[in-house]
C-alpha cells in the first residue's frame, strides 16, 4: 500500500467524507472498555497523525471520552469517524471507514488485558496492556 496516496472514505449516509494519508498499511486493535462500548467489540483503526480532512464537517459531534481525548460520529447516521488525541491531533480511524481495503495487516493490540474472554485473534502482533500503553504515552 502506498502510504503518500490519500485514502478516502464516508459515514453511512454519506454526509460526512474523510480523507486520510495513514501513516503505514498496519492496523492496531484497541480492547479497553470505551472503545468496545462505543462499537460492540474491538476498534480497529488506521493511525493517520493529523493527515486527516473531512468534508461534511458541520455534520460531526464529539464526544469527549477522555481529559486527552475525543472520538467523532457523523450527526445524522451515528457512523464513528475517529478518535482523536486532542493535544497531539493524532487520528485512529476506523479502518472499515475507508473505501479501499487495500493492504492492512492487523499488527497491534491495545489494552490487551481488556480484552474479554470470548473471542481472539489468530495473528501474530505487538500486544500491549494497558498499563504498557499507559507508560508509552507517559514517556515512563
Request: proline share 4%; hydrophobic share 30%.
Amino acid at each position: 500500500m502506498d502510504t503518500s496516496t490519500p485514502k478516502t472514505g464516508s459515514c453511512l449516509c454519506g454526509s460526512v467524507r474523510v480523507v486520510a494519508r495513514p501513516k503505514s498499511h498496519s492496523i492496531g486493535a484497541c480492547h479497553c472498555d470505551m472503545c468496545r462500548k462505543w462499537g460492540g467489540g474491538p476498534l480497529f483503526a488506521a493511525e493517520c497523525e493529523g493527515n486527516v480532512s473531512f468534508e461534511g464537517a458541520d455534520l460531526i459531534s464529539t464526544f469527549s471520552s477522555s481529559e486527552w481525548a475525543e472520538r467523532g460520529f457523523c450527526r445524522k447516521c451515528g457512523t464513528h469517524l475517529f478518535y482523536r488525541l486532542t493535544q497531539e491531533g493524532h487520528y485512529a480511524i476506523p479502518v472499515g471507514l475507508l473505501d479501499d481495503e487495500g493492504e492492512w495487516k492487523l499488527a497491534e493490540q491495545i489494552f490487551v488485558d481488556r480484552k474479554p474472554s470470548f473471542y481472539s485473534f489468530a495473528e501474530k502482533t505487538r500486544n500491549l496492556t494497558e498499563a504498557e500503553v499507559f507508560a508509552q504515552y507517559s514517556g515512563e
